[in-house]
């Protein structure tokens, strides 16, 4: 490895990426290029016909009834909270392995996040944790989709539907998962997806969407999102809303994103099951519930010494993450007043051990390959 700033020599190898966002929209170029130029032309740049046409197709894609673009994942899953009516006073069940908009957008709307621990094969929500964290005053269980792969919604939704609890799904790591046959979008109330740039479906910019088969409840996230309007008289504001749009142009590059996505993630699973084969004892993927679908939008394993595995990969010029280092129980952004912090001890034990390795539909399998043999090294 050279020294930075340094002319690198001919023999060394090239980066690998955590995630080839570059190498993902060359490969799109001219469908991106098209959009661009169709926009610009007609020159509606919010609530242009692109959008609608997204919505759409996105909506068929989940196999839910409809759909609503939004600013960002975050607002999303906001809207959807306080379109069911989750507000103050209010529990909403949330892992506490998860990114930390999860939990904001419940304090957004002005509930109280209850955190819960996840399965230590998965790290996904432990349905057995929920129950067990189901009060008077629980509106609301989120179902978060983490790396890929689906939570377990036929458990969730069985014991949300006994205790008549709203199940909504944080889908913004899932783009075309499924369990038991059940595409994300389509397993709870409603979803929010997340359309940032990494995502497995990823616009050139922040954007998000609501997917549900209640169409009266998008046409109120709808509302919400577009300053309170009425359906039928923009100048009239039935609700106090907020301005969170999907723009025209975002529309047009998920779109067109859309259609290669599947083959997008099929190369991700490829990649993962390559890590599979090729990692040494020592990184353990994180395992996958055999009903599970799951489209890798990361390839996450759990070692025993992440700060020796990390030191090797960074010289070795090659990218890694960690998702997620803090548990959300953990932040102080969520510490209740006069609460004791709960004791979560799978996610506790996972945050210190979790390593996100390179995924992109573009990782070849020597990229694979070169990953593999600088972590073998770490464990000799």
Known sequence: MTALGTVPDHDDP?????????????GARADLDAVWSTVLAHGRYVGGPELDEFEDRFAAYCEARACVGVGNGTDALELVLRAIGVGAGDEV???????AATAEAVCAVG??????????????????AVAAEVGPRTAAVVAVHLFGQMADVDALGRLAAREGLALVEDAAQAHGARF???RAGGAGLAAAFSFYPGKNLGALGDGG???SDDVGLVERVRRLADHGRSAGDRHRHEVAGRNSRLDTLQAGVLSARLRTLDAENAARARVVDRYRERLPDGFRLVGADPRAECVHHLAVVETDDRDRATAALSAARIGWGIHYPVPCHRQPAFAAPGLRRPVLPVSERAADRILSLPCSPTTTDAEVDRVAAVLREVVR
């Open 14 to 26: 090239a980066p690998i990426p955590l995630l080839d966002l570059r190498g993902v929209h060359a």
């Open 93 to 99: 069940v949330v892992p506490a392995n998860t990114f």
């Open 111 to 128: 509930g109280t996040p209850r955190f819960v621990d996840v399965s230590p094969d998965t790290l996904l929500v432990d349905p057995a």
């Open 209 to 211: 969407a609501v997917v």
């Open 180 to 182: 038991a046959g059940r």
